[in-house]
């Protein structure tokens, strides 16, 4: 079974820095897409970046960007240029190439920006 | 596109109630996913269809949890009994296709049982 682990519970960074968010999965597959999704106050589920495992340049989405290291089975979320609006919680996601459609998130990462 | 609809935002319920949480998917959205957020599970996968045909359904917890697709654009998960435990945020999040396809994710349904 796959495994994904946010081991930051919470961060916080100051209005206009930058941060970056943990994640690492644990997998046997050799094709698969990670994403991250951010969930503000309001519980929506928002996807922010989506990484497909067998492209070597990481994915990138305006302020947002990823640093992914297959080889080290890691997928970190950079956020820069810090907005009061990117407060909230932020889950990365695993799904298998040959699962069909499961997602398997991790434990959270609760960003707090401050002004 | 209004995007993924769910209803009811909020349900609350005495145990031993039945619950019905309703989805539309996105229109074109093939697949169609019913996820539960609690504190101590984190988000997990209860159920999915393809075209309107449960694919896998090894997250539903139990006997009490059931859910259909009688067509495209609508889906139901039914708690019967409902149990305090069965607390939780309920979403409902549809995608194009299977591999890799991003899925959106409705605003969820807040259920409490009392």
């Known amino acids: 079974a796959q495994t994904v682990t946010q081991s930051q519970p919470e961060m916080s960074v100051q209005e206009a820095e930058t941060v970056t968010l943990s994640c690492t999965y644990d997998t046997s597959e050799s094709n698969y897409y990670l994403f991250w999704y951010k969930q503000p106050p309001s519980r929506q589920m928002i996807l922010v970046i989506r990484?497909?495992?067998?492209?070597?340049q990481n994915a990138t989405e305006n302020r947002f960007s990823v640093n992914f290291q297959k080889a080290a089975k890691s997928f970190s979320l950079k956020i820069s240029d810090s907005q009061l609006g990117d407060t909230a919680m932020y889950f990365c996601?695993?799904?298998?190439?040959?699962?069909?459609?499961?997602?398997?998130f991790g434990e959270g990462t609760q960003l707090t920006v401050n002004p | 596109d209004a995007g993924v609809i769910q209803s009811p935002r909020h349900e609350v319920t005495e145990m031993g109630q039945e619950v019905t949480l309703r989805c539309k998917p996105i229109?074109?959205?093939?697949?169609l996913f019913w996820y539960r957020q609690t504190m101590m599970r984190g988000l997990e996968l209860l159920i999915y269809f393809n075209n309107n045909v449960p694919i896998d359904d090894s997250g539903m917890p139990e006997d009490r949890f059931s859910a259909k697709m009688p067509n495209a654009s609508f889906s139901t998960l039914k708690i019967q009994p409902s149990e305090p435990r069965d607390s939780a945020v309920y979403f409902c999040?549809?995608?194009?296709?299977?591999?890799?396809?991003?899925?959106?994710f409705g605003p969820g349904t807040r259920l409490l049982v009392l």
């Open positions: 990484q497909e495992a067998y492209k070597q």
């Open positions: 996601a695993f799904m298998k190439q040959t699962s069909g459609s499961r997602l398997t």
């Open positions: 229109s074109g959205h093939d697949y």
């Open positions: 999040a549809s995608s194009l296709g299977p591999r890799g396809e991003t899925q959106y």
